[in-house]
């Protein structure tokens, strides 16, 4: 790279990340919070296929055959293939139902980093091929906070409700996520100085030697009765991280909406359509803000060392560690995770977990909590999290699915009838 191009390059880079944070955009927030809108865009996927279930296991990493084998699916209690259920946060259909006007629509924080900070899913009801999601939901709380990493920031959780073509509930999501002034992150500059990682042979050995010992529970049923409060979980590893990562993380169907990564004519209509998200690369091409998780330079510019992996990325891998201790016949309940550090490019997850309660509800099922974390090589904890988890009971018998709560399935039969009365409009 020339003098000049490298100076044109940080002239692209301090415009990119001038933007502050702007009291009209949490206003407008805080007005919307607890409205609930049908979402109308479409994701990557909408519908499960087969392989859509496979190629999102494998996107994370996860070989469970009750995931990636339809014919292993068989001779389980599911009888056929299911999809993880975290698979719901990738799926959507356009639901059709009211739009918000434009002051209905929440603040626009353009020029304003976003972090996936954590989240909350509750699961009741697998995805099986053939499935077609959609979703609801809005803004459930907004909030300003002090942030180490880049002083003033806003803090959102918003709230996602999953359903399928039946208009049966599969989950709840609520992500938390955390909008930074890029500015301000580049000035603090609180990470730049993390060094890069330097792997000797034995540190890889001991990688691989996880990696090797790992495997899906499977069909060996998990106990209830067998668990103890205090059990430890055994450990994955995921990483060290590399930009081929976030590659298959994308080609498993992740990360397309709401900006979309688009490619040729498409990304020319996209970049007409949200400029802001494009910042010049070295070369003085407009490419996407997103490419943070694999552009180190443009990682740096807002004040990282290297770039680094999604959020959802991680609980991802922690859904993954939960379902392998698991076994075929259990159901994850739910998960909540709180990401606590950057995972960057070149850094090793190490997960661990613990039994930490045993319960059985009212209702019969038998109930497991575990707590969870990873930390990474250099022993910082990255993610910390909890779940709860239904076990087969040899008194209770098998595990079984949570009630929808009846408020929630009336929304949610509302939210598809409404879908259904537009469809027969629009076709007369």
Not at 15 to 31: M, N
Not at 48 to 72: Q, W
Not at 116 to 145: A, N
Request: hydrophobic share 35%.
């Amino acid at each position: 790279m020339s003098e000049t191009t490298g100076e044109q390059t940080r002239e692209e880079f301090e415009k990119a990340t001038s933007a502050e944070l702007d009291e009209a955009d949490i206003e407008k927030d805080r007005a919307i919070v607890g409205r609930d809108w049908a979402r109308g865009t479409r994701e990557f996927l909408g519908t499960a296929t087969p392989e859509a279930i496979r190629n999102f296991a494998t996107g994370y990493g996860d070989d469970n055959p009750l995931f990636t084998d339809p014919e292993y699916g068989r001779g389980t209690r599911w009888g056929g293939q299911i999809a993880p259920p975290i698979m719901a946060g990738i799926l959507n259909a356009p639901l059709r139902g009211e739009r918000p006007s434009k002051r209905e629509r929440g603040g626009s924080y353009r020029g304003i980093h976003a972090f996936v900070s954590g989240g909350t899913w509750d699961w009741y009801r697998p995805i099986r091929p053939g499935d077609t999601l959609y979703s609801f939901g809005g803004l459930e709380s907004v909030e300003v906070k002090r942030s180490e990493f880049a002083g003033r920031s806003v803090v959102k959780v918003h709230r996602e409700v999953k359903i399928d073509q039946n208009a049966e509930v599969v989950g709840v999501y609520r992500t938390l996520v955390i909008y930074t002034e890029r500015k301000k992150a580049r000035e603090r500059g609180k990470y730049r100085d993390i060094a890069d990682p330097d792997y000797t042979d034995a540190d890889m050995a001991k990688i691989e030697e996880i990696y090797a010992s790992e495997r899906p529970r499977g069909g060996e049923p998990r106990h209830f009765e067998d668990v103890r409060v205090g059990e430890e979980l055994p450990p994955m590893v995921k990483g060290p991280l590399t930009t081929t990562d976030m590659v298959v993380f994308h080609a498993g169907g992740y990360g397309f909406t709401p900006y979309g990564l688009k490619t040729g004519r498409l990304a020319h209509r996209n970049r007409q359509r949200i400029a802001p998200f494009y910042i010049k690369n070295e070369y003085g091409v407009p490419d996407v803000a997103q490419r943070v998780h694999w552009d180190s330079s443009w990682a740096q510019a807002i004040g990282n060392p290297r770039a680094y992996d999604y959020g959802v990325l991680r609980e991802c891998w922690a859904h993954h560690y939960l379902t392998d201790w698991a076994g075929d016949d259990a159901w994850i309940v739910s998960q909540h995770d709180e990401i606590r550090k950057f995972n960057y490019q070149g850094d090793t997850q190490f997960l661990s977990g613990e039994v930490t309660g045993k319960t059985v509800a009212e209702d019969g099922r038998c109930l497991v909590d575990v707590a969870f974390r990873a930390a990474n090589q250099r022993g910082e904890d990255t993610m910390t999290g909890t779940a709860t988890v239904a076990l087969p009971s040899r008194e209770h018998g098998p595990a079984l699915l949570p009630a929808v709560p009846a408020a929630l399935q009336r929304a949610a039969v509302a939210m598809m009838a409404r879908h259904g009365e537009l469809l027969r409009e629009g076709r007369r």
